[in-house]
């Protein structure tokens, strides 16, 4: 059970709506893994939330990057596997920043 | 999960998992079994307080051993060794991907933050070996590299916290997102604090990245440079070693020709300047996004800011606690010597500064050579840190002709034989303590980072172990079994002497017991014991614990066996230093009465309905900051009985001096106490005095600086209560009997299950001059 980083970031042709993307946008993971994000943008905070769910859901929102270096979300996980089993995600700042957790 | 596996999961940290899921229950089941058969009491001599669950496992096991191809040979961990008299290394805290053994031929990848050091006077003296190939990444876990030196020896430490932030989850303390005020966090689907739950601030998991060094079992001074675990410094990973060398040459300089630094300005001015950037930046640039944050999401507020705490320590005279990136280790450890007492140290009410020559000579209590060790002890992540590996073998030697390791070399020598040693680290490794994790983890415990290694002896052959518990809350049963028959008959197993307990030897008169070899060695964690262990004549392979539960094996071959065997007469056998007679009851100054206990109406360990553990306290509160709890007159001797209102058998363990157990009473295997006394004449007296209201042992009694509290009397595994109170109707207790000599100073005394620890269980103790400037007349 590893601690798993998902990472975000930005990325060239910018919306508000979308200013970096997840490193793996479906990323599978097991009950009882820890997951956490770290944010690679200079730009931006960001602050990922289940679809349909309250922005600090899952995690605070996360510090922009400074001077290489990066800010890293608090932890986050799963104890049992939910139904369904594929959890979608967006960035709570930014709608178009999207990703998948598939739990096993 | 294999049943060697199974065993090893153990208690301690029982409250972290939340049961729920079949795995879970099985795996708090398992706890269950394990908590009943490994709470335990330290030392062979205490052998009787064992519960009987461990007594059976304790007994002659057979089976078949493992092929041998499936085992490892044991890693020997570099040792970094003095130049001169001083002890120089440069430690580094760095970061990395790990291959963590779960078995012997399974293992997971975490990331870890681990010790890697090197003597910068040798450069063959390098841990991880510089010469050696390195083992294809990820490499193994492992402790950091042993130190050894002599008494009256100075130790110099580089020490480098170099981990790089960004591969570990909120670990610079929480509190700099705004939630949970400085506490680690943990969420899960429909809990949003699922940790730190009902912990609070300072007393809960937090600030993982941050780190320090305790050099456990030494009797050195607590302050400044010394064994002070009340600093924290924080990681940088652009401060390297050159960035500090010239400085820290300048501070260890003073440190072995003058004094240790007594206040912030005896440091160097260019690292005092370099420390004060380095933690502006920091406070200035540390993520954000709480409250009154900055619009970049970066820089802390006025009140989270380090920098202002510690211009208000050095304004007040007190050290500073916050650092980044480095910081200097430098102190004596003393030599006894009969000479003349030192007049004590001045008033100060802070550090000790003594003329050298009277600084370095006359100690009341040198220190105790043996199996001492170091670990990461910052408070609210001492458990995380050391489950990541953060401890290592600190080894301190006396090799005069009257000393431990003297008295050893020349009786084996004597004979034409050469005494090997053998250093062994247990440590349970994994990334994050149960407390952070949605399910509980496994954690196996692993010798020198291996699972289950072997080492080889010749036949007959005696080695030295010298064995460090470092796990954070599994207790180890040491003892040895045969899995080699010849003939059809079953080998004799290993023989063994235990010969020091804490890094303290043993009298005579207790090595010489019948007793001795005779029962499991029981390991609470941060317990060492040292051994003489003697190979079989036969070849074959050996098991250290129970083939059920093996720590490691022995393999026996390659020559005829050697002549070798364990001394049998006083005159043979290290004598005891004088400093470390007897304290006797003339001597008590004062007696105090600690109590380790938990909530209020609590039985059983485990979480509460609403997901909260038990909040551990000692004397009803817990660990509070800037609040001294115990206080102490220089120079004094004291006697403490520490209850325990649990069904947990929390390690007491004190920090600077050891201490010498005269009772315990185990309310669950006996109706009345066993008292410890150094005679004949003595028990005479106390049989006389307690008459059968305690049963009198004559020990003498034992130098411990740690030893598991007997929990308190239960049924079913629960607590029986006193209903007109809420705690423990029969707690269990020692009573142990210390000298607070030589340093005056703050320390801590606290559980050695560590996440206890970091969540509270710990008092602040201070030791003051027995000495004033002002004339009274």
């Not at chain 2, 003296?125 to 083992?135: G, V």
């Not at chain 2, 294809?136 to 009256?152: D, I, K, M, Q, Y």
């Not at chain 2, 004979?415 to 954690?443: A, C, E, M, S, Y």
């Given at each position: 059970m590893p601690n798993i980083v998902i990472e975000i970031n930005p990325i060239g042709n910018t919306t508000p709506d979308q200013m970096a993307e997840f490193s793996l946008s479906n990323q599978p993971i097991k009950v009882g893994d820890v997951i956490f994000w770290r944010n690679n943008d200079e730009r931006a905070e960001h602050q990922p939330m289940p679809v349909g769910g309250a922005s600090d859901d899952w995690v605070d929102r996360i510090a922009r990057c400074l001077n290489g270096q990066p800010a890293t979300s608090n932890r986050f996980g799963f104890q049992k596997v939910p139904t369904p089993n594929e959890v979608q995600y967006v960035c709570a700042l930014h709608s178009g920043e999207k990703g998948k957790l598939t739990v096993s | 999960m294999a049943e060697a596996d199974k065993a090893k999961v153990q208690n301690g940290e029982d409250n972290e998992a939340a049961p729920g899921t079949t795995e879970e229950k099985a795996f708090a089941a398992r706890r269950k079994f394990l908590r009943q058969a490994l709470v335990v009491t330290s030392s062979v001599a205490l052998a009787e307080f064992l519960p009987p669950a461990l007594l059976k496992a304790a007994g002659p096991s057979q089976a078949a051993c493992p092929p041998d191809t499936d085992l490892k040979e044991l890693t020997r961990v570099v040792e970094i060794t003095r130049n001169g008299n001083n002890l120089q290394a440069v430690l580094r805290v760095v970061d990395g991907e790990r291959t963590v053994p779960t078995?012997?031929?399974?293992?997971?990848?975490?990331?870890?933050?681990?010790?890697?050091?090197?003597?910068?006077?040798?450069?063959?003296?390098?841990?991880?070996?510089?010469?050696?190939?390195?083992?294809?990444?990820?490499?193994?876990?492992?402790?950091?590299?042993?130190?050894?030196?002599?008494?009256?020896?100075?130790?110099?430490i580089t020490f480098l916290n170099q981990v790089n932030v960004a591969n570990f989850p909120d670990s610079l303390a929480n509190g700099e997102y705004g939630k949970a005020e400085g506490c680690d966090e943990l969420r899960v689907p429909g809990n949003k604090n699922y940790y730190p739950a009902t912990d609070k601030f300072p007393n809960c998991l937090h600030a993982s990245s941050a780190a320090n060094i305790h050099f456990h079992g030494t009797h050195v001074t607590p302050s400044t440079t010394g064994d002070n675990v009340l600093v924290n410094i924080w990681p940088s990973t652009t401060v390297l070693e050159k960035d500090v060398q010239q400085a820290f040459r300048q501070t260890f300089e003073e440190c072995e020709t003058r004094h240790i630094p007594q206040k912030w300005e005896d440091l160097p001015l260019a690292w005092r300047m370099y420390q004060e950037r380095l933690i502006k930046e920091y406070d200035s640039t540390a993520p954000y996004v709480g409250p009154g944050a900055n619009p970049n999401g970066r820089g802390l507020p006025e009140y989270l800011r380090l920098w202002p705490q510690d211009v208000e320590a050095i304004t007040h005279g007190a050290w500073p606690p916050y650092y980044v990136g480095s910081y200097p280790y430098c102190f004596k450890i003393p030599r006894y010597e009969e000479l003349p007492h030192h007049p004590g140290p001045a008033p100060s009410g802070g550090v000790a500064p003594l003329p050298l020559e009277q600084a370095h000579t006359g100690v009341k209590m040198g220190q105790a050579p043996g199996t001492h060790w170091y670990h990461s002890h910052k408070h609210g992540s001492t458990a995380i840190n050391?489950?990541?590996?953060?401890?290592?073998?600190?080894?301190?030697?006396?090799?005069?002709?009257?000393?431990?390791?003297?008295?050893?070399?020349?009786?084996?020598?004597?004979?034409?034989?050469?005494?090997?040693?053998?250093?062994?680290?247990?440590?349970?490794?994994?990334?994050?303590?149960?407390?952070?994790?949605?399910?509980?983890?496994?954690?196996?415990?692993?010798v020198n980072g291996q699972f289950t290694p072997f080492v080889k002896m010749q036949p007959g052959q005696v080695q030295l172990w010298r064995m460090v518990n470092a796990a954070v809350s599994a207790a180890i049963a040491i003892q040895f079994n045969s899995c080699s028959t010849t003939n059809g008959l079953v080998n004799p197993p290993p023989q063994f002497k235990q010969i020091a307990q804490d890094g303290v030897q043993y009298a005579y008169a207790n090595y010489n017991k019948p007793d001795n070899g005779k029962n499991p060695i029981n390991l609470a964690p941060a317990n060492r014991a040292d051994i003489l262990v003697q190979a079989p004549t036969q070849s074959g392979l050996y098991v250290v614990g129970t083939l059920a539960t093996p720590l490691l094996f022995i393999q026996v071959g390659g020559g005829a066996p050697l002549p070798m065997g364990f001394p049998q007469t006083e005159a043979e056998f290290p004598p005891m230093p004088a400093f470390l007679r007897d304290i006797t009851e003339n001597e008590i100054h004062l007696q105090r009465r600690l109590v380790y206990g938990w909530d209020k109406d609590r039985t059983a360990a485990g979480r509460n309905p609403d997901g909260s553990s038990p909040q551990y306290t000692i004397d009803r509160g817990q660990f509070s900051d800037g609040v001294v709890n115990q206080v102490m007159l220089l120079d004094s001797a004291e006697e403490w009985t520490i209850y325990n209102e649990t069904s947990v058998a929390h390690p007491f363990h004190i920090h600077v001096n050891p201490f010498q157990i005269i009772e315990i009473f185990d309310p669950n295997k006996s109706d009345v106490p066993t008292r410890y006394v150094s005679d004949a004449r003595e028990k005479e007296a106390a049989e006389k005095k307690y008459g059968n209201t305690k049963k009198v042992v004559v020990g003498p009694p034992i130098w411990y600086d740690n030893f598991a509290i007997p929990i308190a009397k239960t049924q079913s595994g629960k607590v029986i209560l006193n209903p007109a109170t809420g705690y423990a109707q029969t707690p269990g207790y020692f009573t142990m009997r210390s000298r607070f000599v030589d340093f005056t100073g703050q320390y801590v005394q606290h559980c050695h299950i560590l996440a206890h620890e970091d969540r509270g269980m710990m008092q602040l103790l201070e030791v003051v001059s027995n000495k004033s400037v002002v004339k009274h007349h």
């Open positions: - | 078995s012997t031929k399974t293992a997971v990848k975490a990331r870890l933050r681990y010790y890697i050091g090197h003597n910068p006077g040798d450069s063959s003296q390098s841990w991880p070996p510089k010469d050696q190939p390195a083992p294809a990444p990820p490499g193994p876990p492992g402790p950091g590299p042993t130190l050894r030196c002599s008494v009256g020896d100075n130790v110099q050391m489950f990541n590996g953060l401890s290592g073998a600190f080894i301190i030697e006396d090799n005069s002709l009257t000393g431990y390791d003297g008295a050893l070399k020349a009786y084996y020598e004597k004979t034409g034989h050469k005494l090997d040693q053998v250093v062994l680290v247990f440590q349970q490794i994994v990334d994050d303590p149960n407390l952070l994790r949605p399910t509980p983890q496994r954690r196996p415990l692993l």
